[in-house]
Each structure stands twice: as structure tokens, then as C-alpha cells.
């Protein structure tokens, strides 16, 4: 870190520079000296920048859905967000682990291994509280779990488990299931304790209650998609599969889409009176000849030509012109 100069020294400077005693070519000099950079060969990077900053986006997206739901599921104000991505050895997010800790084991299928979704303890009694009807604030001590409240985390957590999928769509189509919870991170160990993990670490605030969330990932899982995680490639496939996929969208809505259409075989004007003396069997005659083409409106506008006719000893009507929107002549 550089030094920080107190006022004293920065006057003295700026003096130095007026009178000629110091030059600036000097100070430049010294600030173009090569900055040394530790590094640990035992745990060498393996991650790059680019593939973090996808990681992060990616994680951006499932802080809102996850938000999205958790403020629906528990009926509370949540407040969800990305606070770190790092890399680091899963030694170092184990030990951070403080026991009892809700750690769910996912398999993040169709990669290999396995990654770990953990919640921390106030935050999971603050969702146990609210689940059973109270307002979500745990200012109690930190106990074990017991059953029951397991049982109720394991069900949450199998759906927010259903929020990884949109995030992660544009790297790989994943289908990710909960193998199982545990409390401890002894019995939760998914990879050798020098593995490289990216750990992705969100503020969650639920209620009155703040709390950490974190999703540990080892760079085995990460390993068949990391070509895949950089940004070029993750805005690229955004905009190609967002245009296609809301021109599938709009077109599968077109097609459902229920029209009224009727045919006019055509028109006639009579008075009140006849109208209401008409008896079956009576003739009204009409202004077009079975000779004419009838018109064929959806939605009260004409659309088609038609002759009308027969099949299989129902009535029908055999389209003979599209009507195109120029056509002055059934324009409305």
C-alpha cells in the first residue's frame, strides 16, 4: 500500500515544486518502478479474471431469482446480493465453516462432482421462524438443528436449488438435485482440502435478520465449462438465444390465439314488421348470387374471398383471394 502523506508533507511538497528543489520528471520516475506481486506456487491460480467476473454475472442473475422467490415463499422483505467472488482452496472455506451450519450438498448435474450450498445459521432459524408463522427475527442462541427444522430447510432448499438453471443457461443446461444436508462440514468434504474453489459469498437480509449465503464450486465441476466462462462468449450467446427465443415465444403465442371468423353470404334490408312475421320457410332475398364470391371476416374485418359449398354434407367455404391491406375496397 502506498504511503499516505499528512497535510504537513503535502505542503512541503508543493513548496519543493515551486521553488525548483523537486521535479516532477523525478516524482514520475519513482512511480514507474515494477509493483511486486506475492504469489504461492503451492496453490497456483487457476482461474482467470474474465472467468470470475462471468461467474459473478451468472451468480448476479440467481441473487435476483433467489430474491424473487424467497420474498414470495416467505412473505418478507429479502434482500439478496453478490458480495465476493474469489478463488480459493476448499481448506480455507472449510475452516470458515463455524458448526451447526446448514450445508447442502448438490449435485450440479451434468457436470462432475459436487458443489455446496451453505446458509448461515441466524439466517436459517430466521426462515425456520418465518415458515411456522412467526416474523422471521431469531435473536436466540445458536443451537443444533433438530429434525423437523431440517426437514423444512431440505424443502426450501430443493427449490432454490430449481434457480440455477436460467443463470446458468447460456453456459450449459444444468439439472441440479439436493443429495443431502448436513450440519456439519466434517461429513461434508466434496473435494481434497487443496482443491481450488470459486467461492461465491451473498448478503442476504431477511427481515430484520442479515445473514451470509455461500456457494462453494471446485474447479473439477468448473473444469469441463471454463472455455465457456468468458464474458465474450456469455453476451454472445445472450443475444443470439434471447432473439431466438422471443421470436419461438411470440410465435407459440400466435398460434394459440383464438380468432372469430364468419362468413357473409351477404346482406338484405327488411322492415321491423316482416322481421318479426318471419316463419321457417320463408325466402329473404339477398344483394350477392350464387355466383359471387362472399366475404370471410376475422375479427369484424374482411380478410379472404370465398365460394361457398359443400363436403362431406357440410357447409363449407373454399378460399378464393387474400385480401391484402391496400385494398381500399375492405378497408374499414
Same mark, same amino acid.
Given at each position: 500500500?502506498?504511503?499516505?502523506?499528512?497535510?504537513?508533507?503535502?505542503?512541503?511538497?508543493?513548496?519543493?515544486?515551486?521553488?525548483?528543489?523537486?521535479?516532477?520528471?523525478?516524482?514520475?520516475?519513482?512511480?514507474?518502478?515494477?509493483?511486486?506481486?506475492?504469489?504461492?506456487?503451492?496453490?497456483?491460480?487457476?482461474?482467470?479474471?474474465?472467468?470470475?467476473?462471468?461467474? &459473478?454475472?451468472?451468480?448476479?442473475?440467481?441473487?435476483?431469482?433467489?430474491?424473487?422467490?424467497?420474498?414470495?415463499?416467505?412473505?418478507?422483505?429479502?434482500?439478496?446480493?453478490?458480495?465476493?467472488?474469489?478463488?480459493?482452496?476448499?481448506?480455507?472455506?472449510?475452516?470458515?465453516?463455524? &458448526?451447526?451450519?446448514?450445508?447442502?450438498?448438490?449435485?450440479?448435474?451434468?457436470?462432475?462432482?459436487?458443489?455446496?450450498?451453505?446458509?448461515?445459521?441466524?439466517?436459517?432459524?430466521?426462515?425456520?421462524?418465518?415458515?411456522?408463522?412467526?416474523?422471521?427475527?431469531?435473536?436466540?442462541?445458536?443451537?443444533?438443528?433438530?429434525?423437523?427444522?431440517?426437514?423444512?430447510?431440505?424443502?426450501?432448499?430443493?427449490?432454490?436449488?430449481?434457480?440455477?438453471?436460467?443463470?446458468?443457461?447460456?453456459?450449459?443446461?444444468?439439472?441440479?438435485?439436493?443429495?443431502?444436508?448436513?450440519?456439519?462440514?466434517?461429513?461434508?468434504?466434496?473435494?481434497?482440502? &487443496?482443491?481450488?474453489?470459486?467461492?461465491?459469498?451473498?448478503?442476504?437480509?431477511?427481515?430484520?435478520?442479515?445473514?451470509?449465503? &455461500?456457494?462453494?464450486?471446485?474447479?473439477?465441476?468448473?473444469?469441463?465449462?471454463?472455455?465457456?466462462?468468458?464474458?465474450?462468449?456469455?453476451?454472445?450467446?445472450?443475444?443470439?438465444?434471447?432473439?431466438?427465443?422471443?421470436?419461438?415465444?411470440?410465435?407459440?403465442?400466435?398460434?394459440?390465439?383464438?380468432?372469430?371468423?364468419?362468413?357473409?353470404?351477404?346482406?338484405?334490408?327488411?322492415?321491423?314488421?316482416?322481421?318479426?312475421?318471419?316463419?321457417?320457410?320463408?325466402?329473404?332475398?339477398?344483394?350477392?348470387?350464387?355466383?359471387?364470391?362472399?366475404?370471410?371476416?376475422?375479427?369484424?374485418?374482411?380478410?379472404?374471398?370465398?365460394?361457398?359449398?359443400?363436403?362431406?354434407?357440410?357447409?363449407?367455404?373454399?378460399?378464393?383471394?387474400?385480401?391484402?391491406?391496400?385494398?381500399?375496397?375492405?378497408?374499414?
Amino acid at each position: 500500500m502506498s504511503e499516505i502523506l499528512s497535510q504537513e508533507e503535502i505542503d512541503a511538497l508543493l513548496q519543493a515544486l515551486n521553488t525548483g528543489e523537486v521535479s516532477v520528471k523525478e516524482i514520475e520516475q519513482e512511480t514507474k518502478e515494477k509493483k511486486v506481486k506475492k504469489y504461492d506456487f503451492k496453490s497456483p491460480k487457476k482461474l482467470a479474471n474474465d472467468q470470475l467476473r462471468t461467474l &459473478n454475472m451468472i451468480h448476479e442473475n440467481f441473487a435476483r431469482a433467489l430474491n424473487t422467490f424467497l420474498s414470495g415463499y416467505l412473505r418478507t422483505k429479502t434482500q439478496i446480493e453478490v458480495l465476493s467472488v474469489e478463488e480459493i482452496s476448499y481448506y480455507e472455506f472449510s475452516n470458515s465453516i463455524s &458448526n451447526p451450519a446448514l450445508l447442502a450438498i448438490i449435485d450440479f448435474n451434468p457436470l462432475p462432482g459436487q458443489i455446496i450450498f451453505e446458509i448461515s445459521s441466524q439466517l436459517s432459524f430466521s426462515i425456520i421462524d418465518r415458515i411456522l408463522g412467526g416474523i422471521g427475527s431469531y435473536t436466540g442462541e445458536i443451537r443444533a438443528f433438530t429434525e423437523i427444522e431440517i426437514t423444512l430447510l431440505n424443502k426450501i432448499i430443493r427449490q432454490i436449488v430449481k434457480y440455477f438453471i436460467d443463470p446458468w443457461e447460456n453456459v450449459i443446461e444444468l439439472t441440479p438435485t439436493v443429495d443431502k444436508i448436513e450440519t456439519n462440514s466434517q461429513f461434508a468434504q466434496i473435494a481434497s482440502y &487443496n482443491e481450488t474453489v470459486a467461492l461465491i459469498t451473498f448478503r442476504a437480509t431477511i427481515g430484520e435478520t442479515e445473514g451470509l449465503i &455461500n456457494i462453494c464450486i471446485p474447479h473439477i465441476v468448473l473444469e469441463p465449462v471454463l472455455p465457456k466462462l468468458s464474458t465474450k462468449y456469455w453476451f454472445s450467446t445472450i443475444s443470439k438465444k434471447s432473439t431466438d427465443e422471443e421470436k419461438n415465444i411470440i410465435e407459440k403465442r400466435v398460434k394459440k390465439a383464438t380468432l372469430n371468423i364468419k362468413c357473409i353470404v351477404g346482406e338484405a334490408n327488411i322492415t321491423l314488421e316482416d322481421f318479426i312475421n318471419l316463419q321457417e320457410g320463408d325466402v329473404i332475398t339477398l344483394d350477392k348470387t350464387i355466383h359471387d364470391e362472399i366475404e370471410i371476416a376475422v375479427e369484424d374485418r374482411v380478410k379472404y374471398l370465398g365460394k361457398p359449398g359443400t363436403i362431406k354434407n357440410k357447409l363449407s367455404v373454399k378460399i378464393t383471394k387474400v385480401i391484402e391491406k391496400d385494398d381500399d375496397e375492405y378497408d374499414e
